[in-house]
Each structure stands twice: as C-alpha cells, then as structure tokens.
C-alpha cells in the first residue's frame, strides 16, 4: 500500500475587504458584537470579474508552482464548493479546462459544505494509498457574499461568512514521517434542516424562470441557522473525531505539533482545545481576517500557518471540521 502526503498549498481571497465597521452600515450589528460572538474582524468579498472558477485557478496555480508541478503531472481533481457556477456541470470540469491540461483526467465535485477538505483529502488519500494516481488537486473556492441576506433579518449569519479559495497538492509519499495517517469523517442528515441554503431547489427549478419573490418565498432563497444548536454540535463531534482517528494510529493529544481547525467562530476552535488540554497557541487560526469560507477555511488556515512559520515539514498536523449535513471529520498529517 502506498502512502500520500500534503504537498504544497496555495489560496486565493478577493481583493475587496469588508470589515464589520462596513457591515454596521448595512444592518443593525455592531463591531463589539461580532468580535466578540465570533472573533471576526473582517472578511473577503468578491468584485468583478472574481467567482467560484476564478479563484479555484488561481489558489490551484500558486498550489501548483508552490509544488513545483505542471497541470500535466496531475492526476486527478477532487473540487467543492458550496454553490457553484453553474447548477451543472460542477467546477471541477471548469477548473481542469482552465489549467492549462493536454491530457483529460477525472475531475470530481464534492459537496460537504465546511468539512469538504476533509472529506476531499479523505479521497485524495485514498485513491493515492490504492494506487490509482500519483498526484491529486484538491480545491475549495467558496463565494458566500452574493447569497447573505444583508439585512438586519439576515444579520446572525451574514456576518460570519466570506469568500476565498484554498488549494492543496496530494502526492504519494515514500517518507516516514511525511504522509497523511488518516482521515474520520461522519454525517448525521437528520440535521440538515439545522444549517441550510434551500433554494434554488431540484424540486421547483421550472418557477424560478418567473420568479416574483414575495416575503416568504424570499426568506429561502437565504441560508438560514440555527446557530446554538449549530455551536453544542460543533463543539461536541470535532473533537469525538480527533480522538477517533488519534486512538485509530496511537498519537497522543500531546504530540499533536499543530492545530488547524475549520473557522466558524473562535469561541468554538477555544472550547475544543480548552476540552482536548491542547494550548491556544498549537494552533492556528484565521478567521479574525477571512471570516468562515466553508471548504476553503482549512486550506486557507494551514497555508497562512505555513506562512507565518508556525507549521513546518515533519510536524503532526491536526485537521477539524464541522459544517452542514451535519457533517464532520479529524485527519492527522505528518506534514
Ligand atoms: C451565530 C452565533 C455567533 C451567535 O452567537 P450566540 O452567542 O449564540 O448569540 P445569540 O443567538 O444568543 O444572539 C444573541 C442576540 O444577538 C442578536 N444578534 C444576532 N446576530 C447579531 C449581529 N450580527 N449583530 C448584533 N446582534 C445580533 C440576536 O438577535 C440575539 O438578540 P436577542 O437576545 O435580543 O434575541 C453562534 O451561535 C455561532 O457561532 N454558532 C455556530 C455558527 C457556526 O459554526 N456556523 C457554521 C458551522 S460550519
């Protein structure tokens, strides 16, 4: 059996930055709330011309040339994102046509909302430990900010979310103490009315083509939360799932180097190291800046831990995520 290991990263935010100071001005919120509710200072909102794909090319490109690799000595693409640019086909199939391939290869969109690196990483690393590729592209691009409602209403979300992209390169390893050990994930569907985007739905595509949005209709068309239950869940299954799959390869809490956890709100990444006995700081986290963009937070996190020097080769890594589905997952790397 092969091994696989995370090779390079690479990420891609909008230029334009929306700091609560700006949301104050849209709706009845405040700096202090939402610093406080959320440690959010700012976050990424697209402009023109930046979507799903665009951010999915460049955040792969810089993963890419960070790896030294061509599109051509990629194998596969395993690609998520909450909505995107078209109902069909996925982005996945974009993202291959746009990086410059001269051959065809599998490209496969996934839709697991906030633990998507996860389980993404969980088939990269598959697919590579069975021999079938060498080298796998894993994306999230993550645009929240064209579907908030930005109202006052709209408020105990809107504030939470922004949009980037974050990309990894998957290759299989021959080092000791360079690979990915393993990857919990789990689902609990009876939750998915609890975090969730309705519309526009499968079951009513034919009205939207005249669609007048009276008030009820309109609410749909926003995600909606409910964010207490959303937080007890969090901060109960993240944890379960680092244990599981530490008991599963024999880490230690205590040898864990590094933590990057999904970023939904500091209060929750705190309560779980605080539970776990892991410090504050074996960790890292960047919601203070980019807010919570969905698939793209762990990418997104880890590359700026990399950055910063917080991270380096050899280090075990652990990632955790917790998202709608409920959906949820832990994977340890030895990075
Ligand atoms: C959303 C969240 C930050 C709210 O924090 P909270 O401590 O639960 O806050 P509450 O829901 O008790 O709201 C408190 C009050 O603030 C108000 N409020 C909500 N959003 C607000 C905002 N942006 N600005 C100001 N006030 C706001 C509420 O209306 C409520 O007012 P009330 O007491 O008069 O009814 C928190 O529940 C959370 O982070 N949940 C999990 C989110 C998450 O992880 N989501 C993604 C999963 S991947």
Redesign the pocket.
């Known amino acids: 059996m092969y091994k696989s290991r995370l090779r390079s990263t690479g990420i891609c935010v909008p230029k334009k930055v929306v700091t609560n100071q700006d949301l104050e001005k849209l709706?009845?919120?405040?700096d202090e709330?939402?610093q406080q509710?959320?440690g959010i200072k700012e976050r990424r909102w697209i402009g023109e011309g930046e979507t799903t794909l665009s951010m999915a090319v460049e955040a792969s490109k810089q993963a890419m040339q960070n790896a030294e690799v061509q599109a051509d000595d990629i194998d596969a693409i395993v690609f998520g994102c909450l909505v995107s640019d078209y109902i069909f086909p996925g982005t996945g199939c974009l993202l291959q046509r746009e990086l410059g391939f001269s051959k065809t290869v599998p490209a496969l969109d996934i839709r697991n909302?906030?633990s998507g690196f996860l389980y993404g990483l969980s088939v990269a690393d598959a697919w590579i430990r069975a021999g079938f590729y060498k080298r796998v592209l894993l994306v999230g691009s993550e645009i929240h900010s064209t579907s908030l409602d930005k109202s006052t209403r709209g408020?105990?979300?809107s504030?939470?979310f922004g949009d980037g992209a974050g990309a990894v390169i998957v290759e299989r390893s021959d080092k000791d103490d360079q690979y990915i050990l393993g990857t919990a994930i789990h689902s609990e569907g009876q939750y998915a009315e609890k975090?969730t985007l309705p519309k526009p739905s499968s079951n009513d595509l034919d009205k939207y083509g005249a669609l007048i949005r009276g008030e009820d209709e309109a609410r749909n068309f926003y995600p909606f939360?409910d964010?207490?239950f959303?937080?007890k869940n969090?901060v109960r299954r993240m944890p379960e799932a680092l244990k599981e799959v530490c008991d599963q390869h024999s880490i230690a809490l205590e040898n864990i180097d590094c933590v990057i956890p999904?970023q939904?709100?500091i209060?929750?990444n705190q309560m779980i190291l605080e539970g776990l006995g892991i410090p504050l700081e074996k960790s890292h986290h960047t919601i203070h800046k980019y807010g919570?963009t969905?698939m793209a937070s762990i990418p997104l996190t880890l590359h700026d831990a990399i950055q910063a020097g917080k991270v380096k080769e050899g280090d075990t890594l652990a990632l955790i995520a917790?998202?709608?589905g409920f959906t949820w997952g832990a994977s340890l790397v030895k990075f």
């Open positions: 709706m009845d919120t405040s709330w939402i509710r959320s909302q906030c408020r105990d979300i504030v939470l975090l939360m964010g207490k959303v937080f969090a999904h939904a709100n209060r929750i919570n969905t917790f998202g709608a």
